[in-house]
Every structure is written in structure tokens, then in C-alpha cells.
């Protein structure tokens, strides 16, 4: 089993930054592929960002290329999500997760982090 905490989330301003935290426990993530997802009031869940369990390969959604970035320390057993140029259109609880494949052409994630709200006011 996996456990995430997912952490760094907070209130900032339109143009400011977060970085989102993942830590695991339970078992090494170093072989899973893992993403960041997030869920604004009233709207499903989407997808956000993906990263190989290598850290090689990255994926973002569309809205958020250029201002995201994700990144993972096997080491520490943790993942990140650097927010850059935030809007208030990111406002949402984000939820890291884990995934059993390595690779990111993957919509399979068995393990989620419990959420960390990211709140961007205009």
C-alpha cells in the first residue's frame, strides 16, 4: 500500500506561485508513474499534470503548460507541482496520485493523496 500526503497548498494571489508537495510512505514510489489532478467546486476532477517514474517524461494539461511544472525526487520519496503565473480559474483542491505503471499513457491511478486546496484570488 501506498499512502500520500499532499501539501503546500494556500491562498496567493493572480500572477503568484504554490508549490504542491506529495510525500509517499508505505513503499517506494521510484517505479510508479504519478500525477497531480485537481477539482474546482461544482466540476469533476481533472487532470493536471503526469510525470514518469524516471522523471524523462512529462505530461500537462493545456491550460496549465508553460506556468506548471511537475517533478519527483525518488530519494525523498516525493513529488511536486510548481505553480507559476496562478489564476483564479486554478482554484481547486489538488490531489496527488500514484499510479502502478511506470509510464504516463495511463489513466490508472491506484493511490491518491487526501487533497491540498489552492485558492487564487483576482
Known amino acids: 500500500q501506498v499512502q500520500l500526503v499532499g501539501s503546500g497548498g494556500g491562498l496567493v494571489q493572480a500572477g503568484g506561485s504554490l508549490r504542491l508537495s506529495c510525500a509517499a510512505s508505505?513503499?517506494?514510489?521510484?517505479?510508479?508513474?504519478m500525477g497531480w489532478f485537481r477539482q474546482a467546486p461544482g466540476k469533476e476532477r481533472e487532470f493536471v499534470a503526469a510525470?514518469?517514474?524516471?522523471?524523462?517524461?512529462?505530461f500537462y494539461k493545456d491550460s496549465v503548460k508553460g506556468r506548471f511544472t511537475i517533478s519527483r525526487d525518488n530519494v525523498k520519496n516525493t513529488v511536486f507541482l510548481q505553480m507559476n503565473s496562478l489564476k483564479p480559474e486554478d482554484t481547486a483542491v489538488y490531489y496527488c496520485?500514484?499510479?502502478?505503471?511506470?509510464?504516463?499513457?495511463?489513466?490508472?491511478?491506484?493511490?491518491w493523496g487526501q487533497g491540498t486546496q489552492v485558492t487564487v484570488s483576482s
Open positions: 508505505g513503499r517506494t514510489i521510484s517505479s510508479y508513474a
Open positions: 510525470i514518469s517514474w524516471s522523471g524523462d517524461s512529462t
Open positions: 496520485a500514484a499510479s502502478p505503471f511506470r509510464n504516463i499513457n495511463t489513466n490508472k491511478y491506484d493511490y
